[in-house]
């Protein structure tokens, strides 16, 4: 019905290439969340420690993080189709390897071949946009593809849970196989095929700056992810060594005649503020999934189902409000709506800890319903003006800097709100007294209100920058 309501005045060739899409969006989104309910299943049916388990989850993601904007710019090379396909093939095929491993081990190198087969789903699916809708339509498009994401993100737990429990492990994996096929038939058949450039005009992939940023953010990430919320003298060389990468590449990028990444695109502020707003828009959200379920067990005393209906309020909303959104962007404007999502989300940051307080779990989910509709909102606007201000033939690199921005958000709200709410709870003992989970509650939406008030401040000085280099009409 979603799909039918944002393609209502398009050809039915763009109805199903957007249909291809969404589809994309939704298996990428799948696998990001569908493995982490088996991890007590795979400790059991590959006699392994926990510790060695926890990398079917992280190297999917470690794959994602560190290879998007580098397929993102494969696909502008060689052709967003062409790749789009191989890249739903590969998903799928390492779908089917992961439900027949016969160890961890090959388990987990499937994973790792699945994680490049979405990497290239996602980077590659909000850049074709621009070719499967029109200009006037992109926001809808934007939202829909939202919705998808959100959809596969909050289904994963609860599908992967019916799956192990009717049809054991492999099926978390299989479930994709048969979604995978019709979506990649959808996307033959139907996506616009890749423009043939001149021999002239085709350009050089960079393979020593997809080289070096793959290392730079694997780095990154396993700084971050690792040592289960404590930050040894590993997690400080592996972040030491991802500065010293980000130099390199900055480097290697100025000085080849076809970069990964042109860094003059950064001088466009529509862009480059898109790119800063979604991290830091991103590290708050993944605020309320950490230390949300502390609060709810520890101040409000819920047990472990009701903590899950609970947390699962913010991922429904995320979901239902994507395509109004994105209608919204395309009467409203984008950077209008951009802002509105961004007060909506500096709202709910602020009012969270106060009515959670006095009014317990109905004054707990109002402003998680604010900041997840906000982020809704703020998504669909911000990747419209991001996807419409970028060069056809950058589309597939912006698009996977737009998707890694949103990663590296996850990544380090994950890490850096947990910290701030330790340190905040902290203050009292807080794995006893109910008030110290409160206070550490407080100190961190304090910290997610002005990250969203730098974000809002990111967004007015880039609308102002735009103003000013646009010439006034006569």
Not at 257 to 280: C, D, E, Q, Y
Not at 434 to 446: D, H, I, K, N, Q
Request: proline fraction near 4%.
């Amino acid at each position: 019905m979603t799909t039918q309501a944002t393609s209502a005045q398009l050809h039915p060739s763009a109805q199903w290439a957007l249909a291809s899409l969404s589809l994309s969006m939704l298996l990428s989104s799948l696998g990001t969340s569908i493995a982490n309910v088996g991890l007590p299943t795979f400790v059991q049916a590959f006699h392994a420690p926990f510790q060695r388990v926890q990398w079917v989850v992280l190297v999917y993601l470690l794959a994602i993080t560190t290879l998007i904007v580098s397929v993102g710019r494969l696909g502008d090379v060689i052709g967003r189709r062409r790749l789009m396909l191989g890249g739903i093939l590969l998903f799928t095929a390492a779908s089917v390897l992961c439900g027949i491993a016969p160890t961890l081990w090959l388990l987990i190198a499937a994973r790792a071949v699945q994680g490049l087969g979405a990497a290239i789903m996602m980077a590659l699916t909000m850049a074709m946009v621009g070719e499967a809708v029109t200009k006037a339509k992109t926001g809808s498009a934007m939202g829909l593809l939202g919705t998808m994401s959100a959809v596969g993100t909050a289904l994963g737990p609860t599908l992967g849970g019916v799956l192990i429990a009717g049809f054991g492990w492999p099926a978390l994996f299989l479930i994709n196989v048969p979604l995978g096929v019709l979506t990649l038939v959808l996307a033959y058949h139907y996506l616009p095929h890749d423009p043939k450039a001149p021999k002239m005009h085709r350009v050089n992939f960079d393979a020593l700056g997809t080289l070096l940023l793959a290392l730079t953010l694997a780095a990154y990430a396993l700084a971050m992810t690792l040592g289960h919320g404590s930050f040894g003298s590993l997690n400080m060389a592996l972040l030491l060594a991802a500065l010293v990468g980000a130099g390199l590449f900055l480097f290697a990028e100025s000085s080849v005649a076809s970069p990964l990444i042109r860094l003059v695109m950064f001088k466009n502020p529509t862009l480059s503020a898109g790119f800063a707003m979604s991290i830091l828009v991103t590290t708050v959200v993944m605020a309320t999934l950490v230390v949300g379920p502390f609060y709810l067990t520890g101040a409000l005393a819920l047990d472990t189902a009701q903590v899950g209906l609970v947390m699962s309020s913010g991922p429904v909303v995320a979901a239902l409000a994507g395509a109004p959104s994105g209608r919204l962007v395309d009467r409203f404007g984008a950077s209008r709506m951009s802002i509105a999502g961004l007060v909506g989300m500096a709202s709910g940051s602020t009012l969270l800890p106060i009515l959670a307080s006095d009014w317990g779990v109905p004054g707990y989910i109002t402003p998680l319903v604010l900041i997840t509709a906000g982020y809704a909102l703020f998504q669909a606007a911000n990747n419209t003006a991001v996807m419409t201000n970028s060069q056809a033939d950058q589309r597939g690199v912006i698009s996977g800097l737009l998707n890694l921005s949103r990663n590296l958000g996850l990544i380090t709200g994950a890490s850096l709100m947990g910290t701030v709410f330790a340190f905040g709870a902290a203050t009292t003992q807080w794995s006893v007294q109910p008030e110290s989970v409160v206070a550490g509650m407080r100190l961190t939406f304090t910290v997610a209100a002005g990250l969203i008030i730098i974000a809002l401040a990111v967004a007015a000085a880039s609308q102002a920058m735009v103003r000013r280099a646009t010439p006034p009409s006569r």
